[in-house]
């Protein structure tokens, strides 16, 4: 069976979307997240946008406002919290998805915080400039590298799970097979001059696709 190296614990989604695919998944971990406390940028918004588990784990969340969320993986970080919040989910684990909701929601549009990551790809941001569901991007955590970064594993093939993770995992990738959750990440591999076998929309269930595909399942 083929190993796979990718930043999740074996008890996480990917990891058993991984298996089911046919592969060995391996936890490998060369950055990590860290918060970056900082205040909301405005008090009394009319909801919170999360934008992924990670920023529902670390946004210091103002009381009392709805949140919607991005995709159930988002709404069970939120939930494991304890904070007590509820949250409508967006029915799409994207920002499409999520951009959806928002105007569902509040047709008349309003001001609302985004909860996101220092190095999101700001689809929402673009899609609503000029638009009456104005945006005030609320930076929650950020993603570094591992100083000094560790060994890898012996491996036949790596998931970058962002581009930061594509960037780190290319030059030590080699003789692998590579993978991106995400074209984003995909791109960052190409970036970097490493070409990649396969990338997936950022789902689970798309992830066990790629892998199971018979031209991945045939590669070596």
Do not use: N
Not at 121 to 147: C, F, K, M
């Amino acid at each position: 069976m083929k190993r796979l190296g990718l930043a999740r614990g074996l008890e996480d989604a990917l990891c058993r979307a991984v298996a089911a695919a046919g592969w060995q998944p391996v936890p490998v971990f060369l950055s990590r997240l860290e918060a970056t406390r900082t205040v909301p940028p405005m008090a009394h918004p009319d909801a919170v946008l999360l934008l992924s588990p990670s920023a529902a784990r670390f946004a210091l969340l103002p009381p009392g406002v709805p949140c919607l969320v991005q995709g159930e993986a988002t709404g069970a970080a939120l939930a494991a919290t304890g904070a007590g919040r509820t949250a409508q989910v967006s029915a799409e684990p994207r920002a499409e998805g999520l951009w959806a909701l928002l105007r569902a929601r509040f047709p008349e549009g309003g001001d609302f915080l985004l909860a996101r990551g220092e190095r999101s790809r700001e689809y929402l941001e673009t899609v609503a400039a000029g638009s009456p569901w104005r945006l005030h991007p609320w930076i929650t955590h950020r993603e570094r590298p591992l100083d000094p970064p560790p060994a890898l594993p012996e491996l036949e093939a790596v998931l970058a799970l962002s581009p930061l993770q594509a960037e780190l995992l290319g030059p030590r990738s080699a003789g692998m097979l590579r993978f991106g959750w995400g074209e984003r990440t995909g791109r960052a591999f190409r970036k970097a001059g490493y070409p990649v076998q396969g990338c997936c929309a950022p789902e689970a269930a798309a992830l066990q696709r790629m892998l199971s595909a018979p031209d991945v399942q045939t590669l070596s």
